[in-house]
């Protein structure tokens, strides 16, 4: 039978029910006495010289407490980048400025120069809008390709040109070119990873607050990291120590990576709030944020795979193109090269892999992180790849990926990193029991007969998950450690509260946590209350992205409750006259081995804090433990996607008729939570493959800034989904054997649905090499006429 509690147990979220009554306290729903609103004045141009700012007609309008520019952050630290990358000549990454309001340039549309803080809010936009800047408009670097031109106009005049970096990895170059001369078949590949839009449902606010009493400054803010925008706010913007900077994250409305960020406007209203002596909030509209939120993917790609002649994969060689954006954001070096280039091995044992990356600078909003991060720009590269090559083989394309799974484990790729377990073989074979695959032909026919396209896309996917460990990290450039920590409390009467690093915002950690310290002292789910978001309460951790709050913070809390258990077996042993090694604890009661002498949990946490009954000794009063986690490897979660579609080859319609996902995640906590969480991750996998695209035209201006024009999926797009997690290798690192699943839908779902257009149109006789995404009705429609 189905567990009801405990690890494995599918509970429902206990945080939906204050989120469906409307109880959910989010940033915007702080307010403190004496706050004033501030409304940012942001670029209209993509590239421009600062010539002046005439905020006098703004300054002596009702409301008006001041107007910020520039000049006011002299002296003031820009926003730091967090991931140093060294490029194939040894040299480090181009980091230009980052200012919180834009000096001498403004870089991008929608780079804020001037900040209005008024007492209403209706005031503060009212005086923006008086604002008068001169700004001489320059021409703009926008396409990579022309931006890395020689005379391309500089997004950084500071630098010689727009590339960041020229980053190269994996087996050396004599090698690879040696296998691609001795290959019997090459495939060749150009692709674009289309530029994405995060939208979560929150849009981004900041709350800063100041007492001057004590100097401590207070930051509420939509954020995924609270104490890790503390140290980089604190420490190197606003030199702020971080005992008088508190970050408080309460309830986030989604954040699918978007708001991993340091952003300027949190460094804005905790320094105006200083400045002001008074509370400032800034609330984005949905306008801002398609203009101030980092934007994620677009790689522009050429990908080839080598083949001997019983077709085994030989060797990969990929050059991609990446865009910074105008400027370095928090995470976005990392992105395409440590987060993306590491994984090119894919599910394949491919001898020989070399990845080279171009960081460009553009006159365009910055790029990093979303969903995936990197993972789904190298699956979508790699499977879009094998597909072709096996149409140009004319082999099964599930054939050709079973031919060169990896199949013995551990599996060191050319590409540094070891994958630690897996059965890709095991996901396989479950996805085609999934999709009827042996009755598709069937489906095909009928399809045919009502003047359709049916076509059938497959695809494998394995990311790293849980960024690990610190020590290699370091040695990659990371500028801080990406372990995790908890701390359990144990209350008097036996309720626990757990004060975790990592941040929840839609990942359900409220629910899952619990059940792991649950099942571990035989508890009730219901006695165990999870604290996060508030760096004056949580211990010091890294936050919730890259699926890694379980693998990381998880197993950070399961070493605390260890603690807590060996605590309270030697406060049993006394109160039972027995030495802690002969107790055991079971359904929350500790017994002596082999007797019936037992006494209950309760009973033990009321004399770890009431010791006179029971002299313990050499043992301290109370039950709180803490305990830090620092992985020694990532999580390796993997998985096989099907998906099915019909194309219109009258409009080049296509209609998703079937998905179907196969995800090896490890050991699940609960099960339901992780459906969830896959069903996310496809909807937004199909939402880049079928509609979303953010696109600027050759001013740098973005053309996709509303709902308008950018094509978010609905339900009506989208079709049941399949979902299954029953193929399990668990991680052996971590103690919990868990691999995360918070990005899988993402990462396997884009190449499942171009695939399946692909094979609808090639087997339909109408030969289509690549579509690149999304695929809406015209691309499809114009590739039918070639």
Known sequence: MPKDHGIGASQKRREDVRFLTGAGQYTDDINVYGQTYCVFVRSDVAHGKIVSIDASAAEAMPGVLRVFTGKDFEGVGGLPCGWLITDKNGDPMKEPGHPVLATGKVRHVGDPYAAVVAETLQEARDAAEAIVADIEELDPAVDMKAALASGAPLVHDELSDNLCYDWQFGTDTETVDAAFAAAAHVTTLELVNNRLVANPMEPRVALGDYARANDDSTLY????????????MGAFVLGIPEHKLKVVAPDVGGGFGTKIFHYAEEAFVTFAARKLNRPVKWTSTRSEAFMSDAHGRDHVTKIELALDADNNFTAIRTDTLANMGAYLSTFSSSIPTWLHGTLMAGNYRTPAVQVNVKAVFTNTVPVDAYRGAGRPEATFQLERLVDKAARELGVDPVALRRQNFITSFPYATPVAVEYDTGNYVATMDKLEEMIDRKGFEARREESKARGKLRGLGVNCYIEACGIAPSNLVGQLGARAGLYDAATVRVNATGSISVMVGAHSHGQGHETAFPQVVAEMLG???????????????????????????????????????????NKA????????????????????????????????WGDVTLAAYVPHNYPLEDIEPGLEETAFYDPSNFTYPSGAYACEVEVDPETGRVEILDFAAADDFGNVVNPMIVEGQVHGGIAQGVGQAMLESCIYDENGQLLSASYMDYAMPRAEDLPFFKVDHSCVTPCTHNPLGVKGCGEAGAIGSPPAVVNAVLDALNVGGIKVDHIDMPLSPHRVWAAMQG
């Open 569 to 600: 077996k030697k406060i049993a042993g006394h109160m039972l006259e027995a030495s802690d090694a002969d107790i055991e604890l079971k359904d929350g009661q500790f017994t002596v081995a082999g007797t019936d002498k037992s006494v209950a």
């Open 523 to 565: 508890i009730d789910e219901s006695m165990i209350d999870i604290v996060h978001g508030d760096t004056s309460k949580i211990p010091f951790g890294m936050g919730t992205y890259g699926s890694r709050s379980l693998a990381v913070c998880g197993s950070a809390m399961v070493r605390a409750t260890e603690k807590i258990i």
């Open 221 to 232: 803010t939509t954020s995924q990291n609270p104490h890790v925008i503390r140290l980089l």
